[in-house]
């Protein structure tokens, strides 16, 4: 395929890096080439497969919109955008685009969300939950996407309304860490991911945009990761 790249910081470049020895053309464009979309009209996007997006919460939905008229197929990791899912699904619908997004492209943690959605029922057997995430100090977004997809998971899973309560910690280097605790009168149980590296997101959006080339239609990954 050839991949259009859009981010060259700490997760683009790992995608730039799997892409390529997973057999992929990669062009790689950071901020200063893609001023108000620049790099993503028609025709610049010509001969592009699709586009990879792992940039910052206040251009993303530009990059959307820009991709969707253009009528290219989009895996997008960046965070911080998720209260807009509705519209955006609607806008790649109506443009009859390719659409893969995730809160988190890692596997593990795709398989930490069955992990919370069964441990889920404590609530329903007088345990309350709490959820702490850590990530680097440079995380533009907070609470991350990942904590918030855990405590929508729970939530439903569970069929109680109230929301549990997100605590965000910013120190040092972290790459992501979520935590689950269920608290009883009786014990605790405590529910971990932490990431070692940020390898996972970039292979699995890698292997997300490969899973996308011959599709249309809007599709969250922790629906699809299964068939990768
Ligand atoms: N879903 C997941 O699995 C997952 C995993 C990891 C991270 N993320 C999310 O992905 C995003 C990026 O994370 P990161 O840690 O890689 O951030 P980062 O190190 O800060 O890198 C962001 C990159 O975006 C570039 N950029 C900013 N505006 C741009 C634009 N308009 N066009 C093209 N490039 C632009 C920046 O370019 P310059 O250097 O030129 O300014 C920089 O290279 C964040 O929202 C993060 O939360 C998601």
Redesign the pocket.
Known sequence: MNILL????????LVAEIARRRGHGVQV???????A?A?LTAEKLHAVDAVI????????I??IEACVVAGKNMV?????WHREVDRVRTLVENGGTGFV??????VG?NLFFDVARAAAAALRHEYSGQIFER??V????AP???AIAIERIIREASGKHDHLEITSFREGDVV?MHEVVLESSADRIYLCHDAKS?R???D??VRAAEWLADKKGFYD?KDLWREL
């Open positions: 859009l981010g060259r910081g700490k997760t683009g470049s464009v950071g901020a200063a080439e893609n001023d979309c790099a997006d792992f940039t910052a919460p206040s251009c993303v530009g990059h997008v990791g960046t965070s911080g997004y995730a809160a988190n492209f890692s943690v990530h680097h440079q995380k533009k977004d991350s996407g990942t992501g940020r996972g997101f970039a699995g959006a990954f």
